[in-house]
């Protein structure tokens, strides 16, 4: 997320990161082309503007599940209120990520569709706890779909039509997709060979749509502590321009935000990326951005419910209730509840005003209301 509200960035992914560059956890397995694909489906809209990329998936029976989409993943995780589905436990694992390593239960894969198409996946998947990512984007997040899957397809991210589409490698025309970038694979998940947004040494970047924002750099690269959230105003990239990118050092990972300003297509069984930039700034939403602007203000100002001006914490982009109402979830660091605030006008032309505030503990439980101007 951006920088906007002070809060820090919401990071790599919704939850239990299984970055390449963390120890391998899943059981590797040969990525073999899936010859049955998915029909073309809708993302969500904020996708790409500072929220993770959303899809619908099914199980056997008929459950319908959101998903975030992460190639930063090495395999699939599901929310551990569906264990009860997933059969008998195996054992667990320990899943290492940004945030740590965590301890979570393993079961046989289950079979997973897209559409009316079963997915290829691998041979087991893990569960862990995703209430608190559900609070913070507004949608029941049942899981992460992670690259035991993804590897198997070639898929394409337009974000402009707001689509994602399986495609046959062989009968595409790679010429139309823009600049192609060779995709070498650390456990299962894809890196490039380039430096950072800001230059350095390091030149594997991982490709990793699980982060929400433009992305890592290599520590150093830039000034700032680690993890500390830093604007780039301008940035040349692989020899295209391109304008405010708000970015974290301490790694080298391309995120969402930045791949959403370009068709992105994903060759995984031909190890290939292709990137046809669409656009030189961030994707945005000018509703949420000016109640967002609004929100900074008052948090700026002191007035913001719950929070004093030094405090930070992570904020969801929310997609809007509708073109004069839009609601934030803001988790606190170190605070296991979520603060939320509906921002709403009367119309385009007159300005936002704070309509609800309230805080929900980790359950989603109300606990507080705040009284508002």
């Known amino acids: ?17 299984l970055l390449c560059s963390c120890a391998t956890t899943f059981q590797q397995s040969a990525i073999v082309p899936a010859t049955e694909l998915p029909a073309d489906a809708t993302i969500n809209k904020s996708a790409g503007r500072g929220d993770m ?45 940004w945030h740590g390593k965590t301890e979570s239960a393993l079961y046989a894969a289950p079979n997973l569709y897209f559409g009316n198409v079963r997915l290829m996946t691998g041979n087991e998947v893990a569960t862990g706890d995703f209430q608190r990512q ?19 397809y070639c898929i394409q991210l337009d974000f402009e039509a707001g689509k994602i589409r399986f495609l046959n490698s062989d009968q595409m ?50 000034e700032g502590e680690k993890f500390e ?14 304008s405010n990118l708000f970015v974290q050092g301490g790694a080298n990972v391309i995120g969402l935000k930045f791949l959403a300003r370009h068709l992105v297509t994903l060759d995984f069984p031909k190890q290939t990326m292709y990137l046809k930039r669409t656009s030189v700034g961030p994707l945005v ?12 203000d008052l948090k700026e100002k002191g007035q913001l419910p719950g929070w ?47 309509e609800k505030a309230w805080r929900t503990d980790q359950n989603g439980k109300t606990i507080e209301e705040y009284p508002v101007p």
């Open 134 to 152: 559900s609070l913070m984007t507004g949608r029941p997040v049942m899981g992460i779909l992670g690259m035991d899957c993804l590897k198997h």
């Open 53 to 97: 990329l959303f899809v619908t998936l099914r199980l056997e029976d008929g459950q319908e599940l959101s998903f975030g989409v992460d190639t930063g993943a090495e395999g699939t995780v599901f929310d551990k209120s569906l264990e009860s589905k997933l059969g008998k436990r195996l054992g667990t694992k320990t899943l290492s990520g």
């Open 285 to 296: 939403d000018k509703n949420v951005e000016t109640a967002m602007q609004f929100l900074k």
């Open 173 to 222: 025309d790679a010429t139309t997709l823009g600049k192609d970038f060779p995709l070498t694979f650390k456990g299962n998940c894809p890196f490039i060979h380039h430096v950072s947004f800001a230059g350095g040494k390091d030149t594997h970047s991982l490709i990793d749509s699980g982060c929400v924002s433009d992305g890592f750099v290599e520590q150093g690269a830039v």
């Open 308 to 354: 004093s001006k030094g405090e930070s914490g992570e904020t969801a982009y929310p997609e809007a209730n509708s073109s004069n109402s839009v609601t934030f979830n803001i988790g606190k660091k170190d605070d296991s509840s979520i603060y939320h605030y509906t921002i709403a006008r009367t119309s385009k032309d007159n300005p936002w005003k704070l």
């Open 1 to 17: 997320m951006k920088i906007i509200l002070k809060f820090r960035a919401l990071g790599i992914t919704l939850s239990l990161v």
């Open 229 to 242: 959230t830093v604007h780039l105003q301008e940035c040349v990239w692989s020899g295209e321009s391109y």
